[in-house]
């Protein structure tokens, strides 16, 4: 069995507590931190995730907006909403829930949102920032597999990590930043050659390409931390990329899902809420 089942929850609970400090010093300078979020059509995963970050901007005293457009919505009526939500000064950061619809042009649209309220970091831009090392909002989910590995003290420095997945989403970004902490990262993806010998020999791996339960036993080895971002639907239930049954008693640590990287993105999602807030607010010069 795993010796360390990487539950979200103690991670959440420590942030929470820091992250609601900082709302009251807000709230007593007159500013609200506020929460814009972009859904084009209604994508179960997206809609779990919306509640879910409603839930918790509530429970800390962020407010929130749901911008929902159709499935059908045309490239002209998205770039309209996105500059609505740039010029609305009550609206701190925003989140765009992609991938879009393939009838939309993605990358365009990611690179209208003002680099400021880009808390998700969706645009070239804040990209470039990333591959720069400049101060900036990472990805709330590549941030996330961060906190989880820096909380429960697994050692980035000197370590082989392999990310499973390639997406802007996650995938490069979360590798960018593990190379930044100085671990030695191999991507791999749909075309890697013998892909279960190489994710045996690492010591972290990161599962990010949004297939149920796509990984068994054959791609992990003992000792090894196993972070899983994906989140699916099977047979009516959330799952995540790798087969926890059949996973967890291998492995030395392993994320479960429901109750791992998720909320923990989420919640990473309203601190970078909080902390454009606090730079419209004056309290923090900078993203750094």
Do not use: W
């Amino acid at each position: 069995m795993a010796e360390i089942i990487m539950k979200a929850k103690p991670v959440v609970d420590e942030l929470v507590e820091h992250i609601e400090a900082r709302i009251d010093a807000l709230h007593k300078k007159g500013f609200s931190p506020k929460l814009g979020i972009l859904r084009v059509g209604a994508r179960e995963d997206d809609l779990s995730y919306e509640r879910m970050a409603l839930r918790r901007a509530e429970a800390m005293g962020i407010e929130a907006e749901v911008f929902e457009m159709p499935e059908d919505v045309t490239q002209e009526q998205m770039f309209e909403k996105i500059a609505q939500i740039n010029a609305d000064d009550s609206i701190h950061g925003c989140l765009m829930f992609r991938p879009l619809p393939p009838h939309l042009e993605e990358q365009p649209l990611c690179d209208a949102l003002l680099r400021g309220k880009d808390i998700d970091a969706n645009s070239r831009e804040s990209l470039a920032d990333i591959y720069g090392d400049i101060p900036c909002f990472c990805p709330s989910t590549a941030e996330a597999c961060i906190r989880l590995l820096n909380f429960y003290k697994i050692p980035i420095a000197g370590k082989k990590v392999v990310v499973v997945g390639r997406s802007l989403v996650i995938g490069k970004p979360v590798a960018m930043m593990l190379l930044r902490r100085n671990a030695t990262v191999t991507m791999c993806h749909s075309r890697t050659e013998d892909l279960p010998a190489t994710m045996r020999a690492a010591d972290i791996v990161i599962c990010a390409t949004g297939r149920a339960k796509a990984y068994g036993p054959e791609c992990f080895a003992p000792g090894q931390t196993v972070i899983d971002v994906g989140i699916n639907f099977a047979d009516g239930k959330m799952c995540g990329d790798v087969d926890f049954d059949a996973v967890e008693p291998i492995v030395h640590a392993i994320t479960p899902v429901p109750g791992g990287t998720g909320s923990v993105t989420t919640n990473t999602t309203l601190e970078h809420v909080v902390v454009a807030a606090e730079i419209a607010a004056g309290i923090r010069p900078s993203m750094n």
